[in-house]
């Protein structure tokens, strides 16, 4: 006997190549319920919390308001915490700092960490060659170094076009946990998509960052042979403290999408943030990260992002204007860290127009942020 059914309508393909939760009139409810919309996730809490005393700065609302952030409609909330305490928030209507949201890319920061870690304990060396460390791996990497993975500075055929339904960044979904594949075929895994990705895998001699989020991907299953990366997960959660869960969507194989696949609070981003500021120290538990990694990290000649954005670096799988530390994510967030004040501004809003990516409306956000953060 056959059971009535239908594809899940959050996860099932529809226009433009984009599954439910991600079409622009969804998005922002999917952005705003990613972690219950995934095809599977880890969920952490911390064992300790790390507790932020509310208190307002007037000049720097003042500054929020010339920003212009939180007055856009796409906004859903921003964070700016130092210390231990919280300086402003602010939601949109439809939402709240303590509600979970997507994080997109800026959870590639947990590879600089683990990454890290192993680099500075000897098992990894950034001149190691990928194709000697997973030699199953195609020719998209094989050749690739790990430091150009890192810095988002390798060449290949992988594409992450926005605007292009047909990029590869879509059908690499399947292996992250997004979405579903075609009728009843089986999911890819996240090994099968990066092995049969294709290139030359040769460091990238442009001027500009080559972005991709295979990168990720690669780092992280050779992280995979060294750590368990959820238990890695959960010890990031108890470094940094946080009040709420921290979701990540998986891979079929139960990999942890660290290419974009984190979920979190706005504070408890914050809290995220505030332990890249100090440098990996916990709040429970050993301290994670490298702070040598972290400190050459601002200064590493990674590429620079774009003829837009020409004072920001790619460098160990962060961006940096060798001042500050932070991550874009799809869909228009942001978390930027200065490294001088330890000061912290999050980010967090939902672009609703067909690519789901500005890159004009990102160059904003950031000069925004650098108003609010930096001194």
């Known amino acids: 006997m056959i059971l009535p059914s239908h594809p899940n309508p959050a996860l099932v393909v529809g226009e433009d190549n984009k599954q439910g939760w991600n079409q622009p009139n969804q998005r922002r409810h999917g952005f705003h319920n990613a972690h219950l919309l995934f095809r599977r996730t880890l969920m952490v809490r911390s064992r300790r919390v790390l507790e932020l005393t509310q208190r307002p700065d007037a000049d720097l609302a003042l500054r929020v308001d010339a ?3 939180t007055a856009h409609p796409t906004f859903s909330a921003l964070v700016v915490a130092q210390g231990t305490n919280c300086l402003f928030e602010a939601a949109a209507p439809d939402f709240s700092t303590d509600r979970i949201h997507s994080l997109q890319s800026i959870s590639k920061m947990h590879i600089h960490l683990i990454i890290g870690e192993l680099i500075s304990a000897g098992q990894i060396r950034p001149l190691d060659r990928i194709g000697d460390l997973l030699p199953w791996i195609g020719s998209a990497y094989a050749t690739a170094s790990v430091q150009d993975a890192l810095d988002m500075n390798v060449e290949n055929d992988f594409s992450e076009d926005y605007s292009n339904p047909n990029a590869d960044c879509f059908r690499e979904e399947e292996a992250l946990g997004w979405r579903l594949p075609s009728g009843d075929l089986p999911e890819q895994t996240l090994r099968d998509f990066v092995a049969g990705l294709t ?3 040769k ?6 960052a080559q972005y991709k989020s295979a990168n990720t991907d690669v780092l ?19 470094a940094a403290g946080y009040e709420a869960a921290f979701h990540i ?24 943030g505030l332990l ?14 490298s ?17 837009k954005r020409r004072s920001i670096r790619y460098s160990n799988h962060l961006m940096t204007n060798g001042s500050w530390i932070g991550h ?16 912290v501004a999050v980010f967090l809003s939902v672009l609703e127009n067909d690519s789901g990516y500005d890159d004009d409306y990102m160059t904003k956000v950031i000069a925004g942020l650098e108003a609010v953060c930096c001194h």
């Open 199 to 201: 290139g030359s895998g």
């Open 203 to 208: 460091m990238n001699l442009s001027k500009y």
């Open 276 to 289: 890249l500021a100090r440098r990996g120290r916990a709040v429970f538990g050993s301290a994670v990260g």
């Open 249 to 272: 969507s998986l891979s079929p194989e139960h990999l942890p999408a660290f290419s974009g696949g984190g979920c979190l609070s706005a504070r408890d981003l914050a809290r995220f």
């Open 328 to 343: 874009a994510g799809y869909g228009g967030q942001f978390l930027m860290v200065d490294m001088q004040s330890g000061r």
């Open 67 to 69: 920003s212009g952030l």
């Open 220 to 238: 992280t299953l050779l992280a995979a042979r060294f750590v368990d990366l959820k238990s890695k997960v959960g010890a990031i959660a108890d």
């Open 291 to 307: 702070d040598d990694f972290l400190q050459s990290s601002l200064s590493h000649a990674g590429p620079v992002l774009g003829p």
